[in-house]
Nanobody, 127 residues
Framework: QVQLVESGGGLVQAGGSLRLSCAAS????????MGWFRQAPGKEREFVAG????????YYADSVKGRFTISRDNAKNTVYLQMNSLKPEDTAVYYC????????????????????WGQGTQVTVSS
């Protein structure tokens, strides 16, 4: 498995921006499709954004489309989530996840398809 460490969370006002980073180690980073999920208090974990192993394909939850951008730098073993126009309903713990490219369903939004997870980073958006 690959080890994942998220950073970049914090407190921001509505309308503001944050950039989350997720550093990977332990395996060949380009062997993995990557995703971001989030979990708000009292709610189930939900898919936010995903990116293919080469960075050539990206996909988003409807709730963040047009506001969030996922990207990756395979030379730095890092995946990013740029979050703009943040809303109070974006408040959650954000998790980075990795799924092996050869066995994972293409453009999967299912948490079960991602075998490796980070510890999460808190994002709080105040109104």
């Amino acid at each position: 498995q690959v080890q994942l460490v998220e950073s970049g969370g914090g407190l921001v006002q509505a309308g503001g921006s944050l950039r989350l980073s997720c550093a990977a180690s332990g395996r060949i980073f380009s062997s993995y499709n990557m995703g971001w999920f989030r979990q708000a208090p009292g709610k189930e974990r939900e898919f936010v954004a995903g990116i293919g192993w080469s960075g050539g394909s990206t996909y988003y939850a409807d709730s963040v489309k047009g506001r969030f951008t996922i990207s990756r730098d395979n030379a730095k073993n890092t995946v990013y989530l740029q979050m703009n126009s943040l809303k109070p309903e974006d408040t959650a713990v954000y998790y980075c996840a990795a799924g092996p490219r050869y066995t994972m369903m293409v453009a999967s939004r299912e948490a079960a398809d991602f075998g490796s997870w980070g510890q999460g980073t808190q994002v709080t958006v105040s109104s």
